[in-house]
């Protein structure tokens, strides 16, 4: 996925590779208020009742989207992007989790959760530069081995809820797609432009 704007949310045919995300459908902008419930939503102290917001005003944002309907039409598994084991632990939540699980209910989509882990701690993005980004997430996610064959051939509507560089939705989609997922689409609740 370039960082190129695209009025449908594809990546543009001259930068797509084999291995990056085929798309990104983003609900919001990510400044002011949106900014604010997000960090609410995940640093302490944590409101988790702002999930189910989120994710009504996402699948309302999403839902307008061209591409979005075209990526369903093809029956697509929801997958969240993980957390580590820790954060986890200390949150008691994943919000890329709450997002997918009401996306797939919503638009009664299949939903597999855990289907990535986390495999090495990664410090919080939003203090690093775009370059610091890519290196951070590098070589953080493997496919959990016991649902590999679930994603074969099949399209991903990959959620997480924030996108600022990519770089988080780029390493899953690399790693998806090594392990069979024939398309990977990035869905975020916001974006930053």
Do not use: W
Not at 70 to 82: A, G, M, T
């Amino acid at each position: 996925m370039c960082l190129k704007y695209s009025i449908t949310g594809e990546t543009h045919p001259g930068c797509i590779t084999p291995l990056s995300l085929d798309g990104l459908i983003c609900g919001v902008v990510y400044k002011g208020v949106v900014k604010k419930m997000i960090f609410r939503l995940k640093y302490s102290p944590y409101v988790l009742d702002i999930g189910t917001t989120m994710g009504r005003i996402a699948v309302d944002a999403v839902s307008q989207n061209e591409l979005f309907h075209r990526v369903l039409s093809s029956h697509p598994i929801v997958v969240e992007v993980p957390l580590s084991a820790n954060k986890l632990k200390k949150r008691g939540y994943n919000q890329a989790e709450i997002l997918g699980q009401f996306l797939a209910d919503e638009l009664d989509i299949y939903f597999l959760k855990e289907i990535l882990e986390r495999i090495k701690p990664t410090n919080p993005q939003f203090k690093l530069d775009k370059k610091e980004r890519q290196r951070n997430v590098l070589g953080a996610f493997e496919v959990n081995k016991k649902h590999r064959n679930m994603i074969k051939n099949k399209d991903i509507l990959l959620v997480d809820d924030v996108s600022t560089s990519c770089a988080t939705l780029k390493e899953c989609a690399k790693i998806l797609k090594r392990n069979g997922a024939k398309k990977v689409y990035g869905v975020t609740f916001a974006r930053e432009i």
